[in-house]
Every structure is written in C-alpha cells, then in structure tokens.
C-alpha cells in the first residue's frame, strides 16, 4: 500500500479520539502548551519540544483500543504534522479569552 494513503487514513481515524481527548481534558493540556515565559501562545504550537510532550500526554488517554492499533511513535508524528490543525482552535479560543496585550 502506497505510504501516503496509509498515512492519510491513520490521519483520518486519529483526529477524531484526538479531538475528543483535547475537548475533554483541554485543562490539562492548556499548561502544557505555555511558552517559558508562562503565556499561552501560538509560539507554544512551534515548539516540537512542548507539542511531543502533548501528544505524549494525549497518548495516555487515547482508548485502549486505539492504542493496541497505534503504537506511540506514530502518534506522536501524527500530532506533529498535525498540530495546527489539532491544537490551534484550543490555543486560539485561549488567546482570544485573554484579549488583546496592553
């Protein structure tokens, strides 16, 4: 099989747990994704340091299941290529609830 099609279908049946698990535990993951000057930031997303600490804290609540079918290294690819798309709406509605910088 070709390796972008399974990649593609891997992206497909993941974004829905992962979304799940940032939804219900964004909490959690919101002190996780603060830069080391303590702010919430969209810089925090471009940190692969920061962004494979989420992902490996996601991994842990993924549904056993899952995690029988996706090993964790493959996971965490998956929210690297994909943090934007993952994490972004969490990290922008935080954003937006602080308001503008004065």
Not at 34 to 48: F, R, T, V
Not at 80 to 100: D, F, H, S, T, Y
């Amino acid at each position: 099989m070709d390796m972008t099609a399974e990649q593609s279908r891997l992206d497909q049946k993941l974004t829905a747990p992962m979304r799940a698990i940032v939804d219900k535990h964004k909490d959690n993951i919101l002190p996780l994704l603060k830069g080391k000057s303590g702010e919430l930031s969209q810089a925090a997303l471009k940190n692969d340091e920061t962004v494979r600490t989420v992902a490996t804290y996601c991994y842990a609540l993924l549904p056993g299941i899952v995690r029988l079918a996706v090993k964790e290294p493959a996971f965490v690819f998956f929210v690297m290529a994909n943090r934007e798309k993952l994490l972004g709406e969490i990290v922008g509605r935080q954003e937006a609830a602080a308001g503008p910088v004065a």
